[in-house]
């Protein structure tokens, strides 16, 4: 098992930046591959960014050169830092943690962290 937490959201006006964090606990060393999501009103789940154990990383098209994730594996943490901030960014942001035993992969989720952009 994973427990994933995520924190660093709230309120920001368009041009602003903030740091979303996720920490995790549990089955650390399973842990394959850690990345952010996030969920508009309406709309559905989509990759923000990714990073796997290695440290390669991938963005979702429209945050790129905006957004950067980045990995402290000693505090257990992947970070999301949020540049230029846009009104379409606002969203609830998931931190998603892909685990493995042996074979069989399973995908963790933390509870979410809404980020919203407005003047």
């Known amino acids: ?33 850690m990345g952010w999501y996030r969920q508009a009103p309406g709309k559905q789940r989509e990759l923000v960014a990714g ?22 594996n000693a505090k257990n943490t992947v970070y999301l830092q949020m540049n230029s901030l846009k009104p379409e960014d606002t ?12 074979a069989i992969s399973y995908d963790y989720w933390g509870q979410g962290t809404q980020v919203t952009v407005s003047s």
């Open 1 to 33: 098992q994973v427990q994933l937490v995520e924190s660093g959201g709230g309120l920001v006006q368009p041009g602003g930046s903030l740091r979303l964090s996720c920490v995790a606990s549990g089955s650390i060393r399973s842990i394959n591959y």
């Open 51 to 72: 990073i796997t154990r290695g440290g390669i990383t991938n963005y979702g098209d429209v945050v790129k050169g905006r957004f950067t994730i980045s990995r402290d």
């Open 91 to 102: 969203a609830v942001y998931f931190c998603k943690a892909v685990a493995l035993y042996g």
